[in-house]
Nanobody
């Protein structure tokens, strides 16, 4: 009922920038919160940033001041601008949608397939 498709990952040198995008599709009426999580090899999936439909944001301490999350509610799309990237930012980045009202129902959690971000030193 909800599909999330990420784009924008890739290989970048330390200090560089990347912008991730995630578009949600389906019979969507509204999405409460959208966000980004990341998972490095051998580690758990961790929060990067979230944003509510009203624009309230939350960031992991490790990315504060470097990453900016934003969203376009009309397009059901969330973005992650990543600046001053570090090798430790290397991970698969996953888009999430929490609390999605769809035609005829409700989807608690939806995830994208992930996009690889690699930061070389």
């Amino acid at each position: 009922q909800v599909q999330l498709v990420e784009s924008g990952g890739g290989l970048v040198q330390a200090g560089g920038s990347l912008r991730l995008s995630c578009a949600a599709s389906g019979t969507i009426v509204s999405i409460n919160a959208m966000g980004w999580y990341r998972q490095a090899p051998g580690k758990q999936r961790d929060l990067v940033a979230t944003i509510t439909s009203g624009g309230s944001t939350n960031y992991a301490d490790s990315v504060k001041g470097r990453f900016t999350i934003s969203r376009d509610n009309a397009k059901n799309t969330v973005y992650l601008q990543m600046n001053s990237l570090k090798p430790e930012d290397t991970a698969v980045y996953y888009c999430s949608a929490r609390g999605t009202r769809v035609v005829g129902g409700f989807v608690h959690d939806a995830w994208g397939q992930g996009t690889q971000v690699t930061v070389s030193s």
